[in-house]
């Protein structure tokens, strides 16, 4: 089993930032890739940024050049620095785990932490 757990949301001034965190704890040596997700009320999940366990990271398109996805294994937390924000980058933002065995094994989520943007 894995946990994870977000923190560093909150309220944030258009073209401000924020950085979130993620640790993980548990079996976390299972754990092949680690990404961001966000959603909006009446809109489904969506993926933001994603880092695989050997570095390579990618990036929605929506975010690309202002959010940065990055990992630290002895630390086991993965952040997510989000620069110039803009309203629409208000939602609940999701940290989650693939395990190596996906998806015979499902995805690990956390509980979710609130980014809104607003003047």
């Known amino acids: 089993q894995v946990q994870l757990v977000e923190s560093g949301g909150g309220l944030e001034q258009p073209g401000g930032s924020l950085r979130l965190s993620c640790v993980m704890s548990?079996?976390?040596?299972?754990?092949?890739?680690m990404a961001w997700y966000r959603q909006s009320p009446g809109k489904q999940r969506e993926l933001v940024a994603w880092?695989?366990?050997?570095?390579?990271?990618g990036y929605a398109d929506s975010v690309k050049g202002r959010f940065t996805i990055a990992r630290d294994n002895a630390k086991k937390t993965v952040w997510l620095q989000m620069n110039s924000l803009k309203p629409e980058d208000t939602a609940v933002y999701y940290c989650?785990?693939?395990?190596?065995?996906?998806?015979?094994?499902?995805?690990?989520w956390g509980q979710g932490t609130q980014v809104t943007v607003s003047s």
């Open positions: 989650n785990g693939r395990p190596s065995r996906w998806p015979v094994e499902s995805d690990y």
């Open positions: 548990g079996s976390i040596k299972d754990i092949i890739s």
């Open positions: 880092i695989h366990k050997g570095g390579t990271e």
